[in-house]
C-alpha cells in the first residue's frame, strides 16, 4: 500500500534546471516529515532537503540558494526545484518518508525507487 514514485529526472546541461516530483499513497501524507535524499556513484548518500508536515524546510549547505523543496499537501506531491545545476549534482535522487509513531498512526520509513540526475555539458 505504501507508494513512493519519482519522476522528473534526466540530462541537463550545466546552470539548467530539473524538477522532481515525489507522489506518494498509502503514507498518511499530510502529517509526514518528507525528504530528498541523492547518492552519486562511489559516494555515500547524503540528504538534500527535507521538508517537515507543516512546510519548515533545511537545505544541506551544497544546494541551499539552488534547490526548493516543497509540498503540496492536496496532490499528496513532494517536489524539488533544482536550478543553476552543477556537474556534483549528478545523482540518483531518492524520495523518502519518515514518520514517528503517534497514537493512531504507526511510524514509517519508506524509500521510493530512485531518479536519476545527469548533469553534463
Known amino acids: 500500500q505504501v507508494q513512493l514514485v519519482e519522476s522528473g529526472g534526466g540530462l541537463v546541461q550545466p546552470g539548467g534546471s530539473l524538477r522532481l516530483s515525489c507522489a506518494a499513497s498509502g503514507v498518511f501524507f499530510r502529517i509526514t516529515p518528507m525528504a530528498w535524499y541523492r547518492q552519486a556513484p562511489g559516494k555515500q548518500r547524503e540528504l538534500v532537503a527535507n521538508?517537515?508536515?507543516?512546510?519548515?524546510?533545511n537545505y544541506a549547505d551544497s544546494v541551499k540558494g539552488r534547490f526548493t523543496i516543497s509540498r503540496d499537501n492536496a496532490k499528496n506531491t513532494m517536489y524539488l526545484q533544482m536550478n543553476n545545476l552543477k556537474p556534483e549534482d549528478t545523482a540518483v535522487y531518492y524520495c523518502?518518508?519518515?514518520?514517528?509513531?503517534?497514537?493512531?498512526?504507526?511510524?514509517?520509513?519508506?524509500w521510493g525507487q530512485g531518479t536519476q540526475v545527469t548533469v553534463s555539458s
Open positions: 521538508i517537515s508536515n507543516s512546510g519548515r524546510t
Open positions: 523518502n518518508a519518515d514518520r514517528p509513531r503517534s497514537l493512531f498512526v504507526p511510524a514509517l520509513n519508506a
